[in-house]
Nanobody, 123 residues
């Protein structure tokens, strides 16, 4: 069973940077597409960035130019480097994995999103 554990969230000042990590276990990581999502309480969860098994990234408009998604297949880890953070980036960040055609979490009846990792941007 695939398990994902996010880490790296923290309190950071506006303009600062953070690097989030998501470690996967229970599967062959290199074949997975991976994604980062985020959610603010009371708002809908939104996609932040996606990286294919081949390493091709795509980003939400708000993330372009500030965030970088990357992966280390040997470490079974996907990263999200976030620069020039603003208070609007404050959210719980979650990672997700796609094995074949189905996302682990982001689908009807999917696995629980879990606790994620909290990012707070505040002075």
């Amino acid at each position: 069973q695939v398990k994902l554990v996010e880490s790296g969230g923290a309190l950071v000042q506006p303009g600062g940077s953070l690097k989030l990590s998501c470690v996967a276990s229970g599967t062959i990581f290199s074949v997975l597409d991976m994604a980062w999502h985020r959610q603010v309480p009371g708002k809908q969860r939104e996609l932040v960035a996606h990286i294919t098994s081949g390493g091709k990234p795509t980003y939400a408009d708000f993330a372009k130019g500030r965030f970088t998604i990357s992966r280390d297949n040997g470490a079974k880890t996907v990263y999200l480097q976030m620069n020039n953070l603003s208070p609007e980036d404050t959210a719980v960040y979650y990672c997700d994995a796609k094995y074949g055609s189905a996302w682990l979490k982001n689908r009807d009846g999917g696995a629980p999103w879990g606790q994620g990792t909290q990012v707070t941007v505040s002075s």
